[in-house]
């Protein structure tokens, strides 16, 4: 299994951003996705959820409204979209899946939302 994600970085308050994940190694389209932050100092929260063909979406109170989660089963890839971005948004982004009790994770991309 392999989970890569990219689309991190640097941007203004206020901004926008679209992550991206690449899986590899499984049936893409038989398992939930799901997006992963960490900032510093605190612990990995679950920010969005996505089910296998994407019917069904689930997100953190904290970024209800700002962020949207999707995915493409055509190309393996889910993705975060996130506008309004907040200062307290800034961490490490992680993709994760978890298949028969076995969790696997991307190496995480950082975004960092600064004036």
């Known amino acids: 299994v392999q989970l890569v994600e990219s689309g991190g970085g640097l941007v203004q308050p206020g901004g926008s951003l679209r992550l991206s994940c690449v899986a590899s190694g499984f049936t893409f389209s038989s398992y939930y996705m799901n997006w992963y932050r960490q900032a510093p100092g605190k612990e990995r929260e679950l920010v969005a959820a996505?089910?296998?063909?994407?019917?069904?979406?689930n997100y953190a109170n904290s970024v209800k409204g700002r962020f949207t989660i999707s995915r493409d089963n055509a190309k393996n890839t889910v993705y975060l979209q996130m506008n309004s971005l907040k200062p307290e948004d800034t961490a490490v982004y992680y993709c994760?899946?978890?298949?028969?009790?076995?969790?696997?994770w991307g190496q995480g991309t950082q975004v960092t939302v600064s004036s």
């Open positions: 994760n899946v978890v298949r028969e009790g076995r969790t696997s």
């Open positions: 996505i089910s296998n063909a994407g019917g069904t979406r």
